[in-house]
């Protein structure tokens, strides 16, 4: 994790701003619903639908949604993120200082907490975390299980080929952890506030066997700490996961050290089919659930539910691979593809208010947006002449899209795929569509560079520019194969050389100006759209508050 | 009749091994699966390659599969990738076959206890109006996809009956003994508990109970006609045993036979049905658990299901054969 | 005697009726068939159905495939182009012309059905053909590859074989449905077959020295032609309600450019409570299909199969 130092921040405030907004918007448009954490009864149960069921309890090994959801209910991390926004506020740390050169910190903890099972929180406990992180063995070190470690700490103890960000902790007293770095990074102490950095007992770590994950067969398996003991510091504790009816219960944990929960209990109750999840709702079995269907939203609405949406903070794009087709090569029929498509009218019909088209591959949150960028209009004709003279007016392309998946960005691929089909169709482009299960080959497909023209999209974990436009370009072996193109290499270098400024303002620019040119010059993908998610609850449910990273806790939440 | 039972056994285990082999062969040809659902659009070409070389799913297939079964013959058949990520796959199965099992013996019971008294009554109108209407309505209800009039129960029934609209039971408190939500709560006597599990059983066993139904009464139909024309039933009534003894005594008994035997044979019909059930009312059981594997291409949780579903469906038509063979001597000598 | 219970059995039963079927029961068979109204309604519907696929392309008024109104479809509002001037049933999710789709899916339709049941119908008339012809260990073989295929649950076999494709498409669709239905088919045939070796004009043929082959192309398959017509129509209903089943399983066709009824009832699962037309139009077409093909079936099964005619 070299790149990238300090645009966090930045992207920090952006982001909180669109918070309050969409938290304002949402607060206007239920009128007297209060956010007032004072309000509230105490007491009560809120259900709440999941999709699916939690991959498993301790937040360090998770990578899904389902999985967080619950986790975050029960762990806090040194820092967190102030509801409704991305700004870090004071958690388990109540302040932290940073050294000059920015590789040492210094974290002050609150002091007279607990963990679930009675065990102190301390600097010690603190360290013993670092560590039991840094120091993953086997399984513990995939790809698949300590993703988020990986993605932005870097390696383990014992991968020296594989440097870690992170150098060592010393608990220099009961209250004063000490982290040290490698490298300065911006994305301290923020990262932190991440789910998947929760503290965790390590009396329950040790006792329960934590880092145990083996791979058996095609999978992984995790220890019994993941499975039946989690143990925190958060307003909930784990009850049980009652398999046989699929429903997750938290309760309240009384001796917890802040506000204490209103509710007595959280239960997840795991609904897979979208439409029983909305049905389960409209007859009052759950209090609400994630992700409802666009097309459900006004229905809800109507029927006196709150659906409150987050800031969309994701982008579709129409993937291009070069790698097959030679005449993809050749910018101008890129350029007919986006003139071809007619992105007013596809978010306008198939995405759910407050989508927009995408000028560029970031929403205007991210740090290095272009607001100068404007989304080129639906023009057939110039398509068509475009193609003519690529020489390309015959051009015949295999575009595969994905079944068996929505994504935030994506709430109805069949639907979206058509329309795309059609208006490439209509400009004189021949397709063959197809598609695969997402699971089952679609991925695989398109990192293989199978398809010429793909539907994918990202959804941002960090605000930095070089998490958007970094991950899709940063190589040229990347899903559109951008080193069939000489330019490839140019734009790997120029993000590359982007990410390692060091300065704010400077490296901001570079990414304004790279943006011009990847829309202008390379066009190495077809921006599509932006897409707000959003989360659906009973009008009696307080206190929840939608978060750009989903990051909703339920402590502060009542009901009735 | 032991020896034709161990030649049945000894065939389905042949028939087990066969499809074991089939399937996962098949299976592990395909792209996707664990790697794919566990990293998610995060993957990279790097990280696939690793993860795949870390899951042995790069060594050659019969190399898998040996190693497969070695796992298998100590009960581990892999963990869920989609179902219940991390799950033992043998676990789901054991979780949630009770409830399955719950939900086929409440649609049983419902096609028995409409299905019967309508085809008797139906036969003994034969060509009347009521005959007419009741074959018809047979005929639609197998007519119908299931799924869809799962949909339309669930729709039009669920707020006019107050009945839930999915899941097992409500999350209450309940003490969970062997698995089955209703005879737990009777066990426990938890009332509360078994009529809320038997609540939310009602309309999946309505949907699923439609085809049984169908045929449990065209069944019973036919049996008592042929009953009716038998010799012996001629002979009671010239014996001037009375309407109603000449009923009970001889042609329900005998028209019983082939009833009860279509009951056990429409394990396959309330399998395949219950994954479509299942899945319209979130139920947890095997059928969703295949629903969401077929969905989410859950490859370990497939292959266990399918063979399980096999070996019931087995060994129920086995049962099935013995005891007809018990009841009717002349089965044994075909 | 005992009814057929079993699905294998009552196959044996349909199957032994081709034994005597000689001119006389099909002419029976057709003076019972021409007043029996409930064959006469699944004939009517059946007629009309296939008459309304093969006009389809002159019936519908649009194309299936055009997202002509479009700009009626907007999802934030849960809005779909309502039922209007040239477009009386309104259009669909990405707002076609929703009349057309469901004219000519129609079409798509009976040909699912229609191949699905060859197919079934080809790899059981060869399996049939080779058991029942020769008997023996090709028998013994053959008929244990059939017991192995009937031991999984039809449907469940179907929805693993779907699962199987790694692109699923309309023809991995008729596959499947098509596949469960070789054994049925198998198991008839070969029944039909070896009810006819002992009997009256086979042995008669043998006697004068006709060829094997000959024996059973010109003389068995001919005879075995109205069990087989009877489980072809069955099949048929049941192609058209698995091929629905798939798509709510996600395993059907996913480009839905030309649209299947089944598919289109699979595909709007999330949409039944908001939209129910788009559910209750295509599933109406495949309920009243589906009763004819049944109708027509059962009425034939019971005029060609003596022992289940009263």
């Known amino acids: ?560 | 009749m032991l020896r034709y039972t161990i030649r049945r056994l000894i065939q389905l285990v042949g028939v087990v091994l066969v499809l074991s082999l089939l399937l996962f062969a098949w299976l592990r040809a395909l792209p996707g699966g664990p790697v794919s659902a566990l990293l998610g659009e995060r993957s990279t070409p790097e990280k696939r390659e690793a993860l795949t070389k870390q899951l042995g799913l790069d060594q050659p297939i019969f190399v898998q599969y040996l190693k497969f079964m070695g796992r298998a013959l100590s009960g581990d058949f892999g963990v869920s990738t989609g179902v219940q990520p991390g799950d033992a796959a043998l676990d789901i199965f054991l979780q949630r076959f009770p409830a399955t099992l719950e939900l086929s013996f409440l649609a049983i019971l419902i096609a028995i206890a409409l299905g019967i008294p309508l085809g008797y009554l139906a036969a003994k109108r034969r060509g009347g109006w009521f005959d007419n209407l009741s074959v018809a309505g047979s005929l639609l209800g197998v007519a119908v996809p299931v799924f869809f009039l799962a949909y339309v129960l669930k729709d039009v029934l669920s707020s006019a009956l107050g009945l839930p609209t999915g899941g097992r039971q409500d999350a209450i408190d309940a003490t969970r003994v062997t698995g089955f939500f209703v005879l737990d709560g009777v066990l426990t006597q938890e009332w509360d508990a078994a009529l809320n599990a038997l609540e939310h059983l009602v309309l999946p066993a309505m949907a699923l109970a439609t085809i049984p139904f169908a045929v449990v009464f065209r069944i019973t139909r036919a049996a008592v006609l042929d009953v009716l024309d038998e010799d012996f039933v001629r002979t009671a009534e010239s014996k001037g045993l009375t309407a109603p003894t000449i009923r009970r005594r001889h042609v329900l008994r005998n028209a019983m036979l082939p009833v009860v035997t279509t009951i056990g044979l429409q394990t396959g019909a309330l399998l395949a049905g219950a994954v479509l059930t299942e899945k319209v009312f979130a139920f947890a059981g095997v059928g969703e658990a295949l629903a969401l594997g077929f969905e989410r291409r859950d490859y370990p949780v497939l292959l266990l299901l399918i063979i399980m579903a096999t070996i019931v469906y087995v060994v129920v038509n086995l049962l099935v054969d013995l005891s007809y063979a018990l009841i009717d001597p002349r089965i044994r000598t075909r | 005697m005992v009814t057929p219970t079993r699905k294998k059995d009552r196959i044996d039963s349909l199957a032994e009726s081709s034994a005597d079927a000689g001119v006389s029961l099909a002419a029976s068979a057709w003076r019972t068939l021409r007043r029996s109204p409930v064959f006469l309604t699944g004939a009517t519907i059946i007629s009309l159905f296939v008459l309304v696929s093969l006009l389809s392309p002159w019936l519908a008024p649009h194309d299936p495939s055009e997202a002509m109104l479009i700009d009626q479809v907007i999802k934030a509002r849960n809005e779909i182009p309502p039922p209007q001037d040239g477009h009386p049933l309104g259009g669909d999710l990405q707002g076609r012309d929703f009349l057309s789709r469901l004219l000519i899916g129609s079409q798509q339709t009976l040909i699912v059905g229609v191949l699905a049941t060859l197919i079934g119908l080809a790899g059981g008339l060869t399996l049939g053909t080779l058991a029942g012809a020769f008997g023996g260990w090709v028998d013994s073989v053959v008929m244990r590859l059939v017991d192995v295929m009937l031991s999984l649950p039809s449907l469940l076999l179907a929805f693993s074989i779907s699962a199987m494709f790694a692109r699923p498409n309309q023809y991995t669709v008729i596959i499947a449905v098509a596949v469960v239905q070789i054994p049925v088919f198998a198991r008839l045939l070969r029944g039909s077959m070896l009810a006819q070796r002992h009997s009256d004009h086979v042995l008669a043929a043998t006697a004068l020295g006709v060829k094997p082959g000959a024996i059973v192309f010109r003389h068995m398959l001919p005879n075995s032609l109205g069990p087989v017509i009877v489980q072809s129509t069955l099949v048929l209903a049941t192609a058209i309600i698995d091929a629905a089943a798939l798509s709510f399983l996600g395993l059907g066709n996913p480009d839905d450019r030309i649209p299947e009824w089944g598919q289109m009832l699979g595909d709007v699962q999330t949409v039944f409570d908001t939209h129910p037309q788009l559910a209750f139009w295509p599933a109406g077409c495949i309920i009243v299909v589906a009763l004819g093909f049944t109708l027509m079936g059962e009425t034939l099964r019971e005029a060609l199969d003596p022992k289940s005619r009263r």
């Open chain 1, 1 to 560: 994790m070299a790149h990238s130092r300090t645009a966090r921040r930045r992207w920090t405030a952006a982001i909180g701003l669109t918070g309050v907004a969409a938290l304002a918007l949402s607060a206007c448009a239920e009128s007297g619903r209060t956010d007032d954490p004072g309000a509230g009864q105490v007491g009560g149960t809120l259900t709440f639908g999941a999709a699916g069921a939690p991959k498993l309890f301790d937040p360090f090994y998770a990578t899904d949604g389902e999985t967080f959801r619950v986790a975050r209910q029960m762990y806090e991390g040194l820092v967190g993120f102030k509801p409704g926004t991305a700004e870090v506020e004071p958690a388990l740390a109540t302040k932290w200082d940073s050294s000059e050169d920015g590789k040492t910190w210094t974290f002050t903890l609150k002091e007279n907490v607990k963990f679930h099972d009675d065990t102190d929180f301390n600097a010690e406990a603190v360290c013993f975390n670092f560590n039991r992180w840094y120091n993953q063995k086997g399984a513990g070190q995939s790809d698949a299980v300590s993703q988020y470690w990986l993605d932005n700490f870097g390696g383990f103890a014992d991968t020296p080929d594989k440097p870690s960000l992170y150098k060592s902790c010393t608990a220099k007293d009961a209250k004063t952890a000490v982290v040290e770095l490698n490298e300065a990074t911006s994305q301290f102490p923020s990262v932190l506030g991440f789910t998947s950095f929760s503290i965790s007992s390590p009396t329950a770590l040790k006792q329960y066997d934590a880092d145990n994950v083996v791979a058996a067969g095609d999978s992984f398996t995790y220890p019994a700490y993941a499975n039946e003991h989690p143990t925190g510091t958060g307003p909930f504790k784990f009850s049980k996961f009652d398999k046989a009816n699929n429903v997750v219960e938290l309760v309240r944990n009384d001796n917890y050290h802040g506000t204490k929960a209103k509710l007595d209990k959280i239960v997840f109750r795991i609904i897979p089919d979208e439409t029983a999840r909305k049905q389960a709702l409209e007859a009052g079995d759950i209090d609400g659930y994630d992700l409802p269907n666009a097309a459900d939203w006004p229905g809800l609405k109507e029927k006196g539910f709150n659906v409150a949406v987050r800031p969309a903070f994701n982008v579709l794009y129409l993937g291009i691979n070069q790698k097959n087709n030679p005449k993809l090569q050749d910018l101008r029929v890129r350029q007919a593809l986006m003139y071809a498509l007619n992105r007013e009218q596809l978010v306008k019909s198939q995405l759910p208010e407050g989508a927009s088209v995408a000028t560029q591959f970031m929403p205007s949150t991210v740090d290095g947006y272009n607001k100068d960028l404007k989304a080129v209009g639906y023009d057939p004709e110039k398509a068509k002449s475009l193609l003519a003279e690529a020489g390309a007016s015959d051009l015949t392309l295999k575009f595969f899209w994905p079944t068996e998946v929505t994504r935030p960005y994506m709430p109805s691929p069949k639907d979206i795929q058509a329309a795309i089909a059609g208006d490439l169709e209509k400009a004189g482009i021949k397709l063959e569509v197809s598609s695969k299960p997402w699971n089952g080959g679609y991925l695989t497909d398109v990192d293989q560079g199978i398809p010429d023209l793909f539907m994918l999209g990202w959804t941002g974990d960090n605000g930095t520019a070089h998490n958007w436009i970094g991950t899709f370009f940063g190589r040229t072996d990347n899903r559109f194969n951008t080193g069939a193109s000489p330019w490839g290499t140019e734009l790997a270098a120029e993000l590359a050389k982007a990410s390692s400024e060091p300065d704010e303002t400077k490296r901001s620019e570079m990414y304004v100006e790279l943006n011009k040119k990847i829309m202008e010059q390379y066009l190495p993908a077809i921006p599509v759209s932006h897409s707000p998610p959003a989360l659906v609850l009973k009008s009696d449910v307080k206190g929840v508050v939608p978060s750009p990273l989903t990051d909703e806790r339920f402590g502060q939440a009542s009901k009735g």
